[in-house]
T-cell receptor, first 111, second 116 residues
Framework: SQQGEEDPQALSIQEGENATMNCSYK?????LQWYRQNSGRGLVHLIL?????REKHSGRLRVTLDTSKKSSSLLITASRAADTASYFC???????????FGTGTRLKVLA | GAGVSQSPSNKVTEKGKDVELRCDPI?????LYWYRQSLGQGLEFLIY????????KSGLPSDRFSAERTGGSVSTLTIQRTQQEDSAVYLC??????????????FGEGSRLTVL
């Protein structure tokens, strides 16, 4: 199965601290994306990194990709209470547009 | 529309009944996806469409589940003879496939199905 796995499953930090989440996957990929989900409904896209890229930044977000280890990390710097959510990675394999999501990390940022 | 629209937002049904869930993707988006999410769990892939065809139906849990997409736009997910284990939030997403490359998925707010 291509499904990714995030770790940790849950993370609790203080406001202002950095949060790091990791995603591992099993097969080669075209793209890896990170999404955020509040309250168990719709997901919001955060960032997309292609298989030939190693690092991307967007505001307080930094994503790295190591295709040799089949892993990615999402770093949220200077976290805020509003960052409290579940975070998922999603990957698609070459030759397909089928995105498989990981198991998610539940982040709680304490004010 | 401005975003992906799903209906109904909530559906309560009795075991054994059929249900239809509808997804209106963003206009012009060529790809459409269905996922299922049980309480506190990750997203389970069900099916995706490129245009009106479904290259991958491997995620459909059983032959009680079917989906179609017409006119390259609206999609319907049908669950026949619902079972209690079908209770979940069903999420739809659409994407514009550009130059053969995958891209960002835009999600609807989901349809919460409860089977009594």
């Amino acid at each position: 199965s291509q499904q990714g796995e995030e770790d940790p499953q849950a993370l609790s930090i203080q406001e202002g601290e950095n949060a790091t989440m990791n995603c591992s996957y099993k097969t080669s990929i075209n793209n890896l994306q990170w999404y955020r989900q509040n309250s168990g409904r719709g997901l919001v896209h955060l960032i997309l990194i292609r298989s030939n890229e190693r690092e991307k930044h967007s505001g307080r977000l930094r994503v790295t990709l190591d295709t040799s280890k089949k892993s990615s990390s999402l770093l949220i710097t200077a976290s805020r209470a509003a960052d409290t959510a579940s975070y998922f990675c999603a990957t698609d394999a070459p030759g397909t547009y089928k995105y498989i999501f990981g198991t998610g990390t539940r982040l709680k940022v304490l004010a | 529309g401005a975003g992906v629209s799903q209906s109904p937002s909530n559906k309560v049904t009795e075991k054994g009944k059929d249900v239809e869930l509808r997804c209106d993707p963003i206009s012009g988006h060529t790809a459409l996806y269905w996922y299922r999410q049980s309480l506190g769990q990750g997203l389970e892939f069900l099916i995706y469409f490129q245009g009106n065809s479904a290259p991958d139906k491997s995620g459909l849990p059983s032959d009680r589940f079917s989906a179609e997409r017409t006119g390259g736009s609206v999609s319907t997910l049908t669950i026949q003879r619902t079972q209690q284990e079908d209770s979940a939030v069903y999420l739809c997403a659409s994407s514009f496939l550009r130059e053969g490359r995958g891209g960002e998925l835009f999600f609807g707010e989901g349809s919460r199905l409860t089977v009594l």
